[in-house]
């Protein structure tokens, strides 16, 4: 996966958007600040997100954390390989750990949210 084609949330999802579907999951820094990924709660198919609002929680052995939808749009594909083993996410969260993918509404797209350079930037001010 080229990652400089991705968009990102200051809150460390990446998003692809891949003709009409939008695959979302969390940036490798998001990994190493929670270590082990213990459990993932994802919405089910059908769910109905607004950009910006929660649509789920990840654990670690450190803390859970809301997961942010990147656009508004409709749950189309939830990744059974995360709720097999949410340790997936731990080794390729790039690839295989990908969480969801949405059907964007009408209209949405993912200009809001930042490049890969940007990300960066956003990752060295914060010291990181």
Not at 25 to 35: M, P
Not at 49 to 72: C, Q, R
Not at 84 to 104: E, L, T, Y
Request: aromatic share 8%; proline share 5%.
């Amino acid at each position: 996966m080229d990652l400089s084609k991705l968009r990102y949330a200051k809150s460390h999802e990446w998003s692809d958007l891949q003709g009409e579907v939008c695959v979302v999951g969390i940036t490798q820094f998001a990994v190493d600040q929670l270590t082990d990924v213990t459990n993932v709660d994802l919405p089910k198919v059908g769910k109905k997100l607004d950009a910006g609002k929660p649509f789920g929680e990840i654990e670690s052995v450190k803390a859970v954390f809301d997961l942010y939808a990147p656009i508004t749009g409709e749950v189309i594909e939830v990744n059974p390989a995360i709720a097999a083993d949410p340790g997936v996410i731990n080794k390729d969260c790039f690839g295989k750990g990908w969480m969801i993918k949405i059907k964007p509404a009408a209209g949405a797209n993912l200009d809001h949210l930042m490049t890969r350079e940007q990300y960066e930037l956003q990752l060295a001010e914060e010291g990181h």
